[in-house]
């Protein structure tokens, strides 16, 4: 257990839609970062945030939106879902930005119908 | 554009077996490599590398990193089928990860 969490494990909904993924990192970790990994894919990073404000943005379409609120937990909206969207999002956490060590919450998986 | 490679894609090898996994990249400010092991869930932690020439050993695995050839090597020694897995080498620029899209490996009894 990386300690990292993750809400909700499993999601299905129909194309069009919005969803909220849900992240909580590490405790005294500051650094949160998104990824999407789609069937048989590598991991694509998403967006970094540190303490709250935006730090490195990666492929993120702009449908997805994220934030990082006070108590740094992480939300990753994606919306005006399409069938492509279907992919497991990972949320990770590392202490700083200083060295990148990064441990992986369990995932979303998202299912676009 | 920076970039990290992989190789090889996939590699099935006999329990027993010591294998030899490949990273190779090209950033434009190096500051760490890391690996990751990956079953059917979330990556997991193995080594961070930051120096070159400097061995980091956990149990059967080990891992050194070239930074003059740009290049780090993931060795597995002993195989158990509970090392299949994906390996991930991710590379650090910018205090950006950079992923390589993984080595699969597959340890048959």
């Known amino acids: 257990d990386s300690g990292v969490t993750q809400t909700p494990k499993h999601l299905i909904t129909a194309t069009g839609q919005r969803v909220t993924l849900r992240c909580s990192p590490r405790?005294?970790?500051?650094?949160v970062y998104w990824y999407q990994q789609s069937l048989d894919q590598g991991l694509q990073f998403l967006i970094q945030?540190?303490?709250?404000?935006?730090?490195a943005k990666g492929n993120i379409l702009e449908r997805f939106s994220a934030q990082q609120f006070p108590d740094l937990h992480s939300e990753l909206n994606l919306s005006s879902l399409e069938l492509g969207d279907s992919a497991l999002y990972f949320c990770?956490?590392?202490?700083?930005?200083?060295?990148?060590?990064?441990?992986f919450g369990p995932g979303t998986r998202l299912t676009v119908l | 554009e920076d970039k990290v490679v992989q190789s090889p894609l996939s590699l099935v090898v006999h329990e027993g077996d010591t294998v030899t996994l490949n990273c190779s990249y090209e950033?434009?400010?190096?500051?760490?490599l890391l690996w990751y092991k990956q079953e059917k869930k979330a990556p997991t932690f193995l080594f961070m590398l930051?120096?070159s020439g400097i061995e980091k050993k956990s149990g059967r695995l080990s891992s050194i990193l070239d930074k003059k050839e740009l290049f780090s090597i993931l060795n597995i020694t002993a195989t158990q089928t509970g090392d299949s897995a994906v390996y991930l080498c991710?590379?650090?620029?910018?205090?950006?990860?950079?992923w390589g899209a993984g080595t699969k490996l597959i340890i048959k009894p």
């Open positions: 930051t120096s």
């Open positions: 990770a956490s590392s202490a700083t930005s200083v060295y990148n060590e990064q441990f």
């Open positions: 405790s005294g970790d500051l650094s």
């Open positions: 950033v434009t400010n190096f500051r760490s």
């Open positions: 991710a590379v650090d620029s910018n205090y950006q990860l950079i």
């Open positions: 945030y540190y303490n709250g404000e935006e730090r």
